[in-house]
């Protein structure tokens, strides 16, 4: 019981942290460093499909959890790659 409430005492700060370092950022920076953030989601993406793929030793509830993880990240890195190549195509010349 005390490590879930740990665990939710973190999510809960990371959260709170998020936001506001988020809200902190001007407009100007922020697509730079959304695009600079892709190589964290892909590590994300890998602990995701860790998790996904650990099977038999830590049950069923994990791998649906993971399973969802994967498509978050999944769409969190084409979303970010995407937003990337709007942005550079932005300063190329017609």
Do not use: Y
């Not at 038999?56 to 990337?84: K, P, Q, R």
């Amino acid at each position: 019981m005390d490590m879930l409430i740990m665990q939710i005492s973190l999510f809960v700060l990371a959260v709170i942290l998020g936001v506001e370092l988020i809200t902190k950022v001007p407009a100007t920076l922020h697509t730079p460093l959304m695009s600079g953030s892709n190589a964290i989601s892909g590590i994300t993406l890998v602990g995701a499909l860790l998790a996904a793929g650990s099977g038999d030793v830590s049950g069923v509830w994990v791998s649906i959890l993971g399973m969802i993880a994967v498509t978050l990240a999944t769409i969190n890195v084409v979303g970010g790659f995407l937003v990337t190549n709007r942005m550079l195509r932005m300063f190329q010349k017609r």
